[in-house]
């Protein structure tokens, strides 16, 4: 074999202000789930997050948030979502991983801190996350 299949490690690049607005959105949706869609741009595995969207006609409940993707205008901008989990947990449930939208998923649990953020992706392996 002559040529080596390079490894592409994903990152995500979280603003500081977009991650504070992230937190004071999931306080305030407490005890349900908040859900945001990130918007930022993807280049070579670096997943940049620079924005915020809430997504229209979402549902939220105490363990599940959505929305129909149907209403989503096609947004090359639109790289991911953020839900919250008051029950502390960071992990991607079933729910999560059946309704990926986009190229990252971020969790952030209950008590929403700056260290409650966690990246993941589709097959609910662990992204790393920065904040800059
Ligand atoms: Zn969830």
Redesign the pocket.
């Known amino acids: 074999m002559f040529f080596k299949k390079k490894k592409i490690e994903r990152q995500v690049m979280l603003q500081h202000d977009v991650l504070d607005s992230i937190l004071s959105f999931c306080q305030m949706k407490h005890p349900n789930?908040g859900i945001l869609i990130l918007k930022g741009k993807s280049k070579q595995g670096t997943i940049q997050v620079t924005g915020l969207v809430i997504p229209p006609f979402s549902y939220t409940g105490p363990?599940?948030?959505g929305f129909p993707h149907s209403f989503l205008p096609f947004d090359m901008s639109y790289v991911g979502i953020v839900?919250s989990?008051p029950s502390g947990s960071a992990n991607?449930?079933v729910?999560?991983l059946h309704n990926f939208f986009g190229l990252v998923s971020l969790?952030v649990k209950f008590p929403y801190h700056d260290d409650d953020v966690f990246a993941w992706d589709s097959n609910g392996n662990q992204v790393k996350l920065s904040i800059v």
Do not use: C, L, M, V
Request: no cysteine; hydrophobic share 25%.
């Open positions: 789930e363990t599940f948030a839900h989990h991607p449930s729910t999560d969790i």
